[in-house]
T-cell receptor, first 113, second 116 residues
Framework: AQSVAQPEDQVNVAEGNPLTVKCTYS??????LFWYVQYPNRGLQFLLK??????LVKGSYGFEAEFNKSQTSFHLKKPSALVSDSALYFC???????????FGKGTRLHILP | GAVVSQHPSWVICKSGTSVKIECRSL??????MFWYRQFPKQSLMLMAT?????????EQGVEKDKFLINHASLTLSTLTVTSAHPEDSSFYIC????????????FGPGTRLTVL
C-alpha cells in the first residue's frame, strides 16, 4: 500500500529566504505525486503534480518540487518565501491514476517577516 | 475553471439531528466525487468515493449508514450525517474529478460541522 511521510510538523523561514518542505513516499511502481496548500478553514488548493517526465516540476505561486526516485522524495521548494506563503502544506501520493490519493499529515509553514 | 463549492460552509447542530452537506461542481461535470474528513491538525482521511448514479464506495471503518452519500447528478453530491454526535464534529471536504482518474481532483472549500 502506498504511504507518504512529511517529517516536519512545522517549518519556519524568514521572508525572502528559500524554503523547502520535505516529503518522502512509498509506492509500488511509478508514483503520482502532488502538493496541495490549505489556508485556515479552507479546502485544499492544488500546487503541482508529478506524473512523468522532467523531475523538476513547476507549479503555482512560484513553487516547484523535485522528484527523486532513488531517495523516494518529492520536496517542495521556493526560491524566495513570502509571508503570504504561510499555510498548511500537504504532500500526497497515488499508485496510479485511478487509485485513491493518500495524504501526508501536513507541514505548517511559517514565513517570518 | 474547475470550481467546486460546498454548502453550508459551517453548521452547528444538536446531538441526534441529521445534517446535509452539499458539494457542487460549478463549471464542469464530475464523474466522481470524493468526501474527506479532516480532524484538527491532522491530514485528510478519505471517507468515500461516489460516482453519479451508483452507490458510494466507503473506506474501511466508515459507517455507510451514518454517513449517507448521494450522487444524484454529475454536478451534485450530498453527504448526510445522520444522528450526529459530538464526535462527528469535524471539517468535511469534498472534491470532484473531471474523469474517473482520482488524481484530477478539485477540492471544495470545506464545511465545518459542530455537534453540540
Amino acid at each position: 500500500a502506498q504511504s507518504v511521510a512529511q517529517p516536519e510538523d512545522q517549518v519556519n523561514v524568514a521572508e525572502g529566504n528559500p524554503l523547502t518542505v520535505k516529503c518522502t513516499y512509498s509506492v509500488s511502481g511509478n508514483p503520482y505525486l502532488f502538493w496541495y496548500v490549505q489556508y485556515p478553514n479552507r479546502g485544499l488548493q492544488f500546487l503541482l503534480k508529478y506524473i512523468t517526465g522532467d523531475n523538476l516540476v513547476k507549479g503555482s505561486y512560484g513553487f516547484e518540487a523535485e522528484f527523486n526516485k532513488s531517495q523516494t522524495s518529492f520536496h517542495l521548494k521556493k526560491p524566495s518565501a513570502l509571508v503570504s506563503d504561510s499555510a498548511l502544506y500537504f504532500c500526497a501520493v497515488s499508485a496510479n491514476r485511478d487509485d485513491k490519493i493518500i495524504f501526508g499529515k501536513g507541514t505548517r509553514l511559517h514565513i517570518l517577516p | 475553471g474547475a470550481v467546486v463549492s460546498q454548502h453550508p460552509s459551517w453548521v452547528i447542530c444538536k446531538s441526534g439531528t441529521s445534517v446535509k452537506i452539499e458539494c457542487r461542481s460549478l463549471d464542469f461535470q464530475a464523474t466522481t466525487m470524493f468526501w474527506y474528513r479532516q480532524f484538527p491538525k491532522q491530514s485528510l482521511m478519505l471517507m468515500a468515493t461516489s460516482n453519479e448514479g451508483s452507490k458510494a464506495t466507503y473506506e474501511q471503518g466508515v459507517e455507510k449508514d451514518k454517513f449517507l452519500i448521494n450522487h444524484a447528478s454529475l454536478t451534485l453530491s450530498t453527504l448526510t450525517v445522520t444522528s450526529a454526535h459530538p464526535e462527528d464534529s469535524s471539517f468535511y471536504i469534498c472534491s470532484a474529478s473531471l474523469s474517473a482518474a482520482s488524481f484530477e481532483q478539485f477540492f471544495g472549500p470545506g464545511t465545518r460541522l459542530t455537534v453540540l
